[in-house]
């Protein structure tokens, strides 16, 4: 089977850093990615790993070890706009990609 | 450019009765697929098409057809509403599934409400 975990709920201050872990057991692997989801709004793409080591895009980060399936999602620099839902997804042998349920982030002032 | 049109927005059907949520997707994109986002569960795929002519079912299918006629278009049929299909849906769809870094571009979802 498949299973993907993430932490329900987040807090944190804004100009803050945060990190958002995901492990993941599934068949096969054949990328990871991280999606935002607004309240009421539909996901957006983030970023993609499907080596091991850290990708970098602006205040985003994203980290994968696919020995410890692991990957986490740090955002620095923190703004009011980061609050929002992530949503970790893996695609493992099959056309399939499988999301786990999301931590949904608030950031305060 | 559009991107990927889902409708109706919003849905509210009594138990029994059926519908259709389209997709329409103007990217020829080869891959497409149908989530449901429920509190505390997540996306959760229900069919997928990996190009016309061919469909293949997700992790809860049950209650649900899709058809692939065109490259373009990627309907959902309920055939006989439940309660327990109230739900979120997003259509969502790609280049193709299996190489790369090919990302879900997802439409702005339909929310139903089966009474």
């Known amino acids: 089977g498949q299973n993907i975990d993430q932490p329900t709920e987040m807090t944190a201050t804004e100009g803050a850093i945060v990190q958002i872990n995901c492990t993941y057991q599934t068949s096969g692997f054949n990328g990871l990615f991280w999606y935002q989801q607004h309240a009421g709004e539909a996901p957006t793409f983030l970023s993609y790993?499907?080596?091991?080591g850290l990708e970098e895009k602006g205040r985003f980060s994203s980290f994968l070890s696919r020995s410890k399936g692991y990957s986490y999602l740090l955002l620095k620099e923190l703004q009011m706009k980061d609050s929002a839902s992530y949503l970790c997804?893996?695609?493992?042998?099959?056309?399939?990609?499988?999301f786990g349920t999301g931590t949904r982030l608030q950031v305060f002032p | 450019n559009a991107g990927v049109t889902q409708t109706p927005k919003f849905q509210v059907l009594k138990t029994g009765q059926s519908m259709t949520l389209q997709c329409a997707q103007d990217?020829?994109?080869?891959?497409m697929s149908w989530y449901r986002q429920d509190p505390g569960m997540g996306l959760r795929l229900i069919h997928y098409s990996v190009g016309a002519g061919i469909t293949d079912q997700g992790e809860v299918p049950n209650g649900y057809n899709v058809s692939r006629s065109t490259t373009e278009d990627f309907p959902l049929r309920l055939l006989s509403a439940a309660p327990s299909q109230t739900s979120v849906y997003f259509c969502?769809?790609?280049?193709?599934?299996?190489?790369?870094?090919?990302?879900?571009?997802f439409g702005a979802g339909s929310r139903l409400t089966v009474l």
């Open positions: 969502a769809s790609s280049y193709t599934q299996f190489s790369g870094a090919n990302v879900l571009t």
């Open positions: 990217m020829n994109h080869e891959y």
């Open positions: 790993n499907v080596l091991d």
């Open positions: 997804a893996v695609r493992g042998n099959t056309d399939k990609l499988i």
